[in-house]
């Protein structure tokens, strides 16, 4: 519920500060005093898109200031989670427009785009007028208003999760379709690669341990000369034998020696002992160098097909063992495809039976609440005095998505007989004013917690049906809020609180104010709204007698 406004340097404001009520909020004023500025400054605050030059003349910028009450409950706290605001006792909404055009917006002191604060304004304040294609004329908004007045969220809720899982079997049968056909397209291709990746088997390092072997056979015949030379030189015919006598020769004299030839011959010991390791190892060599000219042959001819076949298919030698597996997965997919695609194609027939249940289902009861839309208004319009006015919620069908099968408009017809067509298409200004409002009185029986703004929503009626359309907006304000701008003395009457919007001038400036008005100030605004700028002793009496009738 709005509870005041603050507006500072906005077109012809200076500066103005309201506090409305909950019920029935009037605003009068003659032609040309600021009304429209009034909502352009509100509607600039919640983020709708209006005019481009909003700042006061010789000011440097222009701020509206707005303040709710939000029930718990109400969708707006939603919408400020989704934002990441806290949730405080009151909503303070401010926006900024500097003389460059540059706008910034707040929302309880935290700085907002202008999304956020669209998003939060569509739940706190809806606004109705002969030519509101915001609201009720747009068509596209008819049938999320039908659903809402039929109560059909837990239906849509359905509808939806049951088309999520329609289109995600119809993608998962579309993506199986194209991996099948890719397979099959190289069929050919797979199972030749598969075959003679299998047929040479290669396993991760065998590269490195083939190349190791190559290089080393390659270089065994003159390395082992070399090395057999070395293992002559240490044999008993070289080293080892002189190492020998002269072991020999030592120990014959060492008991002459007096113990000065024990080390030595410990060390002459240990050499014995290095030489026989040093044959050991020079024998192992020796047989691992010795191999036949075919076996050089074997070894570089596979190491050759591996980086041949690792170049063929652009991968790593050590890969080819995983590359392989991954095509003998795609030739799976040919040899299972026909299984699992007969799967995914009961799972999308199933999917789509379920859809189909849910989404008729929805559009019996949209029909069903069509019918009963159509009663309703029938019985709202006849005491705005047009009884022979015929409306009618059409649901025809369309393509399927997420929100059914449907599409609804409402459409009217002003006399029997006449063509039905859309409602700003059809309907005088007066009359299009009453088939807005019997039709807000209608969808908006279970809302709670929206201020409701009407623009001249009376223009082109008067007498008893201008007493009627009043009535029906008090019924609207009953438990509620309703501002309503206004030139009719009818409904001003029916008013709980009474604004009137004045221009003041003088020789330099002119600016717009808004007054509250008390008893005697609201019989002389509808005296005047009755009589016109001379304000007679018999409109006075008019004007208290429409007061006074509708308590």
Not at 32 to 38: E, M, P
Not at 181 to 193: F, I, M, S, T, V
Not at 251 to 266: C, F, R, Y
Request: proline fraction near 3%; charge should be negative; charged fraction near 25%.
């Amino acid at each position: 519920m709005l509870r005041g406004l603050d507006i500072r340097d906005m077109l012809i404001i200076d500066r103005l500060e309201l506090a409305f009520q909950p019920g029935l909020n009037v605003l009068t004023g003659e032609t040309g005093a600021g009304k429209s500025i009034l909502l352009d400054s509100l509607g600039f605050v919640l983020g709708w898109r209006g005019r481009a030059e909003l700042v006061r003349q010789g000011a440097e910028q222009g701020e509206v200031t707005a303040w709710f009450d939000l029930p718990d409950g109400h969708p707006g706290l939603a919408v400020l989670a989704d934002a990441g605001i806290a949730a405080e006792d009151e909503l303070i909404l401010r926006r900024v427009n500097t003389r460059d055009g540059r706008k910034t917006a707040w929302i309880n002191d935290r700085r907002v785009s202008g999304e956020v604060l669209r998003n939060l304004s569509e739940t706190l304040v809806e606004l109705h007028g002969q030519h509101d294609d915001r609201g009720l004329l747009n068509p596209r908004g008819h049938q999320q208003m039908l659903d809402s007045y039929a109560g059909l969220a837990p239906d849509l809720d359905k509808t939806r999760a049951a088309w999520q899982q329609l289109a995600k079997a119809q993608k998962a049968l579309t993506a199986a379709e194209a991996r099948i056909a890719e397979a099959q397209a190289e069929e050919d291709y797979l199972r030749h690669a598969v075959a003679e990746l299998d047929a040479l088997s290669p396993e991760a390092g065998e590269e490195a341990t083939l190349d190791t072997q190559r290089r080393m056979m390659q270089a065994a015949e003159k390395i082992r000369t070399d090395i057999a030379k070395a293992g002559e030189a240490l044999s008993l015919n070289g080293a080892e034998g002189m190492v020998s006598d002269a072991s020999r020769w030592l120990i014959g004299v060492a008991d002459k020696a007096e113990g000065h030839l024990d080390e030595p011959l410990a060390a002459i010991e240990r050499v014995q002992l290095a030489l026989d390791e040093a044959q050991n190892g020079i024998v192992q060599c020796l047989d691992a160098l010795s191999f036949d000219t075919s076996d050089l042959e074997n070894v570089e001819e596979r190491l050759f097909a591996i980086r041949g076949l690792a170049r063929k298919h652009g991968v790593l030698a050590d890969d080819l063992r995983g590359f392989a597996d991954g095509l003998r997965a795609r030739l799976a997919l040919l040899d299972d495809g026909a299984r699992d695609l007969q799967a995914l194609h009961g799972d999308l027939q199933t999917a789509q039976a379920i859809y189909a249940e849910t989404a008729t289902r929805l559009t019996d009861k949209r029909r069903a609440a069509a019918q009963l839309l159509d009663q309703a208004m029938a019985a709202e319009l006849a005491p705005l005095k047009m009884e022979r006015a015929i409306f009618a919620t059409n649901i025809a069908a369309a393509e399927p998505g997420p929100s059914g099968q449907d599409t609804v408009a409402f459409t009217v017809a002003t006399n029997p007989g006449a063509p039905a067509g859309p409602l700003n298409k059809i309907a005088s200004g007066g009359e299009l004013s009453r088939f807005l409002l019997a039709l807000k009185v209608c969808l908006t029986q279970a809302e709670s917690g929206l201020t409701m703004i009407f623009d001249e929503i009376d223009r082109g009626v008067g007498g008893a049906t201008a007493d009627a359309v009043g009535r029906r907006l008090a019924e609207l304000a009953d438990g509620g809020q309703v501002l309503v701008v206004t030139h009719s003395p009818q409904v001003a009457a029916l008013g709980g609180h009474h604004w009137r919007v004045e221009k003041r001038q003088d020789d330099v400036t002119t600016t717009s104010t808004v007054v509250a008005l008390d008893t005697n100030d609201r019989i002389d605004e509808i005296a005047r709204m009755i009589s016109g700028d001379r304000v007679t002793d018999a409109a006075r009496a008019a004007a208290q007698a429409l007061i006074s009738g509708q308590k």
